[in-house]
């Protein structure tokens, strides 16, 4: 076995989006387009030699390939020890699990998260740091910077068949040490140590009824192992358990349209009383009770609200963080705790710092996207059990714990919009066109609404002092009611505009309106201003959410 340096030629736009770098897998499967960016990691994250490193993914098609280069690459520079989960598969949350307890360096995920799968689907890479959370925007930056400028990587000539992940177990290649690990085993110890499981071994012994959709994801081994072996739910309660690299041709997105098949199952008589799923990578989730989704932006607020109930939690949360498109609600609870609501850009990264000094406990988005100060990264299965622990404490349903939050805050009707895969020069144009327009917007008045400010969201991070700016145009009345425009950094596709809608009501009466109507006066003000459908030249959203 030796050491080979290879020598290459930089790829243009290997730049990290709003989490890490997503391509297409024939991307990917270009001549040493994998290695140039793994190359570029190692150099800009500080001296790799000898540390260790936790590698996985979520199994999609091209991740055993990948870890097996990655391996190859880190034995080449020198790390001492790679953790990897068996087969190659982590959830991203277990990654962040991993890289926490064993005290690691940093780590590489492999994941395009909710992107479909399979040859012709998604696959991406991103790297995590010391507290388990992905790399900053400094890392990114210096990553890509690398990427472009790069003429070498090394790696060692070992043959990928000597690289065994099929069983738990530890070998060499060259001089680093491969460790082979269970890859839910330290998840499962840590959600036993946050969740009161015996509560909610009772409440499956009484006959409650849940279905857990995997969505033929990486979250499927860890739901069988926690739900249905440890807290004793009956069998069947996960379905589509079992991980497949195309996730069965389907779209891993935990949202009532692509989760179809679990709405159908909760929207039925005599169906189940708790709904849940979860996305490629495991970190999204998605809760609903019968014939009742649940809003990310709700559930993080109700989280928030109860969380003294749960006994990780019990002695209450420091501070709650969101991103800037997902609805107030928790801001109200904040309030109401008298506690510090933070709001960040997308992009889980930004909350690292806020955790890390302990400046909040919860974390939450507006995509699905729940999470805790346990690691760095939202957490899809920590969401469901908290919700379950919930349940059990309070023996309340889905439905009476969200109406009972409303009756008690006001509702946050809230909506996203998004229109797929649409021309990246009109997407920059109608973006550019609202920027134009934010300095006469103020005092504007658009129906019932008058607009108190309009600006381009711009975030100091309170605890390293750096900025990022062009965030998100923000258009907000004196209602508060909100219409955000972003474009996405996570696909892969043309450009994808996220329109986000939001409109407080305090009113008890009109807590039952369906949420498209709520919002329909702000859908058409936001067409007004932004042009979308002249622009995109689309009648109405791709997907809504
Ligand atoms: C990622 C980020 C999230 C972000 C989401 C959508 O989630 O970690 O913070 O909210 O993408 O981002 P965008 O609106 O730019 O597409 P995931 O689950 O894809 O890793």
Redesign the pocket.
């Known amino acids: 076995m030796a050491i080979r340096k290879i020598t290459v030629q930089a790829y243009s736009g290997q730049k990290p989006?709003?989490?890490g770098l997503r391509k297409k897998v024939t991307v990917f499967q270009q001549p040493h387009y994998l290695e140039n960016f793994v190359q570029s990691i190692f150099d800009s994250v500080g001296n790799i030699s000898g540390q260790t490193i936790v590698v996985g993914g979520d199994g999609r098609f091209y991740n055993k390939t990948a870890v097996k280069t990655i391996i190859k690459m880190a034995a080449a520079a020198g790390v001492k020890s790679v953790l990897v989960g068996q087969n190659g598969i982590l959830s991203?949350p277990a990654v962040s699990c991993v890289i926490r307890k064993y005290k690691a360096f940093g780590g590489i995920v492999l994941?395009a998260?909710?992107?479909p799968g399979g040859e012709d689907g998604d696959f991406g890479i991103k790297y995590n740091v010391s507290n388990g959370g992905?790399a900053p925007e400094k890392i990114t930056d210096a990553i890509y910077a690398k990427s472009q400028t790069i003429e070498s990587y090394n790696i060692s000539d070992t043959d990928d068949s000597k690289i065994n992940l099929d069983s738990i177990g530890t070998y060499q290649v060259e001089n680093t040490l491969i460790q082979v690990i269970d890859s839910v085993d330290d998840y499962a110890e840590l959600m036993a140590t946050l969740f009161d499981f015996s509560q909610i071994k009772q409440l499956f012994a009484s006959g409650f009824t849940m279905r857990f959709d995997a969505m033929h994801a990486v979250s499927g081994p860890y739901a069988k192992k926690i739900i249905e072996d440890i807290l004793k739910a009956p069998a069947g309660t996960v379905v589509n358990g079992v991980p497949l690299e195309d996730f069965g041709g389907l779209h891993p997105d935990p949202n009532p349209v692509n989760a179809e098949d679990l709405i159908f199952h909760m929207n039925k008589a005599g169906g189940p009383e708790f709904g849940a799923a979860s996305?490629g990578?495991a970190?999204?989730n998605m809760i609903v009770g019968p014939n009742f989704p649940v809003a990310p932006s709700d559930s993080l607020a109700i989280l928030a609200a109860n969380a003294t109930l749960i006994p990780g939690y019990k002695n209450g949360i420091s501070g709650i963080a969101r991103?800037m498109p997902t609805s107030t609600a928790a801001d109200k609870v904040a309030t109401a705790l008298g506690i510090n609501c933070y709001e960040t850009p997308?992009?889980?990264?930004f909350f690292g710092n806020l955790l890390d000094a302990d400046k909040v406990t919860l974390c939450g988005?507006?995509?699905y996207?729940t999470g805790s100060n346990h690691v760095r990264e939202?957490d899809g299965l920590w969401a469901v059990l908290f919700w379950l622990n919930l349940i059990a404490a309070t023996k309340k349903s889905v439905v009476q714990l969200v109406n009972e939050h409303w009756q008690r805050f006001g509702r946050n009707f809230y909506s996203r919009h998004d229109y797929e895969a649409i021309n990246t020069d009109k997407a920059n144009q109608l973006m550019e066109g609202l920027r134009r327009q934010l300095p006469e917007l103020k005092g504007k008045v658009f129906a019932n609404y008058t607009v108190k400010l309009a600006d381009d969201f711009s975030y100091l991070d309170p605890i390293d002092g750096s900025t990022s700016s062009k965030q998100g145009i923000r258009i907000i009345f004196e209602d508060d009611s909100r219409i955000i425009f972003?474009l996405?950094?996570?696909?892969t596709e043309g450009a994808?505009l996220?329109l986000y809608l939001e409109k407080y009501e305090k009113n008890p009466s009109s807590y039952g309106k369906a949420t498209q109507e709520a919002l329909s006066e702000l859908i058409s003000i936001a067409d007004k201003v932004a042009k979308i459908k002249e622009l995109t030249g689309m009648s109405e959203p791709t997907v809504v959410t």
């Open positions: 989006g709003t989490s991203t994941s998260s909710h992107n992905p996305d990578d970190d999204r991103s997308t992009g889980w990264k988005e507006e995509s996207g939202k972003r996405s950094g996570t696909g994808t996220r």
